[in-house]
T-cell receptor, first 115, second 116 residues
Framework: GAVVSQHPSWVICKSGTSVKIECRSL??????MFWYRQFPKQSLMLMAT?????????EQGVEKDKFLINHASLTLSTLTVTSAHPEDSSFYIC???????????FGQGTRLTVV | AQKVTQAQTEISVVEKEDVTLDCVYE???????LFWYKQPPSGELVFLIR??????QNEISGRYSWNFQKSTSSFNFTITASQVVDSAVYFC?????????????FGDGTTLTVKP
């Protein structure tokens, strides 16, 4: 149990375009989802926390207008990188938990390359 | 605020050597989870272990063992008889259990290279 799936696994996009990344909980209802970003050879840094049906809470320094998070259902959260630039190239990974379990489970991540 | 420190940025060993990866954490929470993950070049986080803060029993799983010492806020990871396939980046992480449950703080990672 506790499977989290991210799609796509990798994506290449042109500078100035927008990219949507999906995070799905396959066998539980994810009341809370977390989005992390990992630059090459660095650690994972939390970008935002989203609760189903509510606006996401962003960490300091993360532009909420650039990284749009939607958590409209209990099994799906999306991260949209708007007007992507090469400096947004990174590994994006989500995690999800349900209301009864304090542990969050990670998706397999999405490698974004902006050219 | 929470903090996880992995002081070893890179470790290189020869196959069959034992290696210990250090992890020290800081938190004001009295209950929390500690994790170790392996991250191969593909990027996916491979879960290795979860430890609850009130369970200080050490654990062994095959060639892997973990030493949790609450008194020194450390959660060290030892690989016995290392193999080339153990080469990866290893992350230690701390997660809230109550407020902000599931929110994780990661260390900077230790890159382990096992040479044949």
């Amino acid at each position: 149990g506790a499977v989290v799936s991210q799609h796509p696994s990798w994506v290449i996009c042109k500078s100035g375009t927008s990219v949507k990344i999906e995070c799905r909980s396959l066998d539980f209802q994810a009341t809370t989802m977390f989005w992390y970003r990992q630059f090459p050879k660095q650690s994972l840094m939390l970008m935002a926390t989203s609760n189903e049906g509510s606006k996401a809470t962003y960490e300091q320094g993360v532009e909420k207008d650039k990284f749009l998070i939607n958590h409209a259902s209990l099994t799906l959260s999306t991260l949209t990188v708007t007007s992507a630039h090469p400096e947004d190239s990174s590994f994006y990974i989500c995690s999800a938990r349900d209301k009864w379990e304090p542990e969050a489970f990670f998706g397999q991540g999405t490698r974004l390359t902006v050219v | 605020a929470q903090k996880v420190t992995q002081a070893q940025t890179e470790i290189s060993v020869v196959e069959k050597e034992d290696v210990t990866l250090d992890c020290v954490y800081e938190t004001r929470d009295t209950t929390y989870y500690l994790f170790w993950y392996k991250q191969p070049p593909s990027g996916e986080l491979v879960f290795l272990i979860r430890r609850n803060s009130f369970d200080e029993q050490n654990e062994i799983s095959g060639r892997y063992s973990w030493n949790f010492q609450k008194s020194t806020s450390s959660f060290n990871f030892t690989i016995t008889a290392s193999q080339v396939v153990d080469s990866a980046v290893y992350f230690c992480a701390l997660s809230h259990l109550n407020t902000n449950a599931g929110k994780s703080t990661f260390g900077d990672g230790t890159t382990l290279t096992v040479k044949p």
